[in-house]
Each structure stands twice: as structure tokens, then as C-alpha cells.
């Protein structure tokens, strides 16, 4: 049987609150269940809103629910180099293009096209609309050109070019649960196409979400993606990047996520209670636990 590895995922621009314990917890259970490993990665691509102390309490928190990652975390801002070659890559197959259109513009073409028709413009699995121009629109030499002259852009994946490279249905394998951790799981459609253009890079941030998760969790050997129900659709737009850049697919589990009282995803930027006002209170990670109906403790499964 091949290693279970797994990981826990933050960006360092927020207290940590429940959502993350859980996900976190789940993870480091399900890695002492399966002898595996489990590692820390801090998503810190965005160098403007994440901070070290951040950081620095994403590792106390982890201590004080009574989690030990394997190793030293993969600190994302250190790898912009493997991203790069990732993308290069991509751009060398012909599938990335330069757009110059800014926020503003793309909300104005969105807004017409939603007085023109009375209908809401087509939008991705997130809820935001989608890329309303097209790589036509400009010659591949004028986009050159105006990349070259410094004009700002972001880099874009040609959806329509990606596809044709995918070579028929591209699938992922989902466990519905984490018990016995390593069943192959399964196996689910992706549906990239639902997220149009996105984009792989910006000029100030030269990579991406979509991008970096999936170069890293494959320099991670990452076997199993445990990780919240928000980002299941985005598995889709990883999936097809796993195969243009011919990395392998981890399984994944997409679990529950935990909701505030009025039934919201908690979120760093609404401040929902984060874990240090929890710890402050007096609570123990053990009382976590129970909280998120967590058994108080997992042992390895013996082997067979
Ligand atoms: N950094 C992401 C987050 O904090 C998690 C990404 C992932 O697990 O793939 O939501």
C-alpha cells in the first residue's frame, strides 16, 4: 500500500477559527489512523495580506489542539520559483494568454451584458461572473506587445485549448468518508469548463491559488486532499491542471463544513471566533473536539 500524506492548508492572513480546527483535526486523525504523515502548508502566496504573526499563531494553534505537523511547514512565498516553471510550461503548450482588461472594465462588460439581456451573466461555481472577454479578441502578437511595454495583466488558462488537451472526461476520486482512511473512493466527473479563463497568475502575485495547490501537493506527494465542501468545485480546475502538467491526482474528501449560528461558513474577514479567544476563555483542545463531535482520541488501525 503507498504512504498516506496529507495536509492542512492555512494562509496566514487571519486568526484561525472552528472550520479551520476541523479540517486541521480531521486531517492529523486521519493520518494517525492510516500511520501516515501529516504535513503543514502555509498558503501565503498573496505577500500583501499574510503575516508572519499570523503564522506564528497558526503554529500555536495547531500545538494547543494537539497536532504536530511531520515536518517544517512549505511555505508557499518560498516556491514562486516551481510555480513559474509550472506556468512556463503551461504557456510553452500554447494554453496561457496576457489580458489587460482591469476589474473595472470586466464589471462594466458584465453589467451590460446583464441590462442587454435582463438575465444574470453566466457566472462560476463560486458565484462570480465569468471571464466575459475572449483570447480572440486581441492577436497573440498584440498581446505580446502590450505585455512587453509593461502594461499591467494576469495570465489566463485558455479553457477551450485546455480541453482539447484533456482528451475526454477527466475524473477525480472523492471519498464520502474517511473511514477506513485509505478506500480509493469515488470516482467524479470534473467539470473545469464551469470556470471559463481563470486566471494563473497576476503580475504582482505570479501564481495562483489553482495554480500553487496543485504543484505543491504533488512536491509534497501528497496522497489525500482532506480539505472544506467550499472548495470541492475548484477540485475540477486542479484536476485539469494535474493533467496538462502530468502530475499525479491525490484522492480527495471534501468534508462538512461548520456553520455559525445564522447557518454561515465561518470566515476570517467576518471574524468569527477565532481559536485563541476560545483558548482564552479557558477551553482545551480536547474540549474542541468534543465541540465538533470529534472523537476525544484516534488510534492507528492495527494492520492486517
Ligand atoms: N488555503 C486554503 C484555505 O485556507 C486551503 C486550500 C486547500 O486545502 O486546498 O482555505
Excluded at 495536509?7 to 492510516?34: C, E, I, K, Q, V
Aim: with cysteine; proline share 7%.
Amino acid at each position: 500500500m503507498s504512504a498516506f500524506i496529507c495536509r492542512f492548508a492555512p494562509s496566514p492572513n487571519g486568526r484561525l477559527h472552528l472550520g479551520h480546527a476541523f479540517s486541521a483535526l480531521l486531517n492529523a486523525d486521519a493520518a494517525r489512523a492510516a500511520h501516515g504523515t501529516f504535513l503543514l502548508r502555509i498558503e501565503d502566496i498573496d505577500t500583501t495580506r499574510c503575516r508572519p504573526e499570523y503564522e506564528q499563531a497558526i503554529g500555536e494553534d495547531l500545538a494547543w489542539l494537539g497536532i504536530v505537523p511531520a515536518d517544517a511547514p512549505r511555505r508557499q512565498s518560498a516556491h514562486f520559483a516551481d510555480y513559474a516553471a509550472a506556468l512556463e510550461r503551461l504557456e510553452r503548450m500554447g494554453l496561457v494568454y496576457p489580458c489587460f482588461e482591469s476589474r473595472a472594465e470586466i464589471a462594466r462588460k458584465v453589467a451590460e451584458h446583464e441590462a442587454r439581456t435582463g438575465r444574470p451573466a453566466p457566472r462560476d461555481p463560486d458565484g462570480a461572473p465569468l471571464y466575459p472577454f475572449s483570447r480572440t479578441d486581441l492577436s497573440d502578437a498584440v498581446r505580446r506587445q502590450r505585455r512587453a511595454a509593461g502594461e499591467p495583466f494576469v495570465l489566463r488558462l485558455d479553457m477551450a485549448a485546455a480541453l482539447g488537451h484533456s482528451g475526454g472526461a477527466l475524473f477525480w476520486h472523492e471519498l464520502d468518508s474517511l473511514s477506513p482512511a485509505c478506500a480509493s473512493g469515488t470516482p467524479l466527473v470534473a467539470e473545469p469548463a464551469a470556470w471559463g479563463d481563470v486566471v494563473l497568475a497576476r503580475r504582482d502575485t505570479p501564481t495562483s491559488y489553482h495554480l500553487s495547490v496543485v504543484v505543491d501537493d504533488a512536491m509534497q506527494s501528497i496522497s489525500h486532499v482532506i480539505r472544506g465542501q467550499d472548495l470541492k468545485a475548484a477540485t475540477s480546475v486542479h484536476v485539469l491542471l494535474q493533467h496538462l502538467l502530468r502530475l499525479p491526482s491525490p484522492i480527495y474528501h471534501h468534508h462538512r463544513l461548520i456553520l455559525d449560528e445564522q447557518g454561515r461558513k465561518l470566515s476570517k474577514s467576518r471574524d468569527s471566533t477565532s481559536l485563541k479567544v476560545l483558548r482564552d476563555q479557558g477551553m482545551s483542545g480536547a474540549d474542541v473536539r468534543s465541540m465538533l463531535g470529534l472523537p476525544a482520541s484516534v488510534q492507528p488501525t492495527p494492520s492486517t
